[in-house]
């Protein structure tokens, strides 16, 4: 009840804040509301936001911080993606969630990662910051540097897996266009966010399967492909999600969004209906 009152509450705010970037600033019914802290709707081809609500808000981002982490390993960490992953005793004790690492467990960079999106393994990011970085603190610095080159210029990160500290911070637009970057430049980020489910390959040969924390992925959306969850208790729900119509490819990302898994197939409808009628 509280929150299809806030969603009531927000619905003109949000038609209001629609429409000064849509065609001729006027105001477009069809604008679905949403009670999301934060939220931004991308073009991931041409960067146009086509959604927003508070897009330059800092919020915390939770989990979706993997969008980064990912990013971060497949450019700084390119020549290591196939040798084995260093799992420290630190990163196997990460607080929940967990991929269920250890030391001396024989898995590649590639296969951890995949593992660490689809179930949102928090001690699998650290174990790839290790890897990648030398420490958790040298592994943010790239993501730092790698957020600027994406074009996320208010975000800031301080760790791989987005437990809430002191300056980790994104915005919505930020995370949307990292989101879109990833899945424009990286075909292994592109398949894998939208992986529902993953045998994960040891080195020995043997698996383990996951399956994915993403609802908006199984839900049967049409075109669905990805990309991310996230919760923290101070983050709330998150969801950055994408999917791909008649060669278009639209972004929502959602910040403390108590009605992510609704909110994100209506404001994605809501964005290719835009695109349909050229507004």
Known sequence: MFSACKKLLCS???????SVGGTAGSV?????????EAACLIDADTGRILY???PDKWVHPAST???VTMITALDQGKDKLDKPLYISWGAANTEPSCLGIAPGD????????RGMM????NDAAVAVAETVGGSVAGFADMMNAEAVKMGATHSHFVNPNGLTAAGHHTTAVDMARMAAYGLKHYPEFAY???LPSYQMH????HTKYVTTTNHFLTSGYEGASGVKTGYTQAAGDCLVASATRNGHTLVVALFNDDDRWEDAPAILDYGFRRIQTGR
């Open 202 to 205: 040891y080195i020995d040969g």
């Open 52 to 54: 927003r609500v508070n």
């Open 65 to 67: 911080t993997k969008i």
């Open 192 to 194: 894998t966010v939208a």
């Open 28 to 36: 477009q019914a069809d604008v679905p509301p949403t009670s999301a």
């Open 118 to 121: 689809v179930v949102s393994g």
């Open 106 to 113: 024989q898995i590649t960079l590639k296969e951890a990662m």
């Open 12 to 18: 003109l705010f949000v038609i209001l804040l629609v």
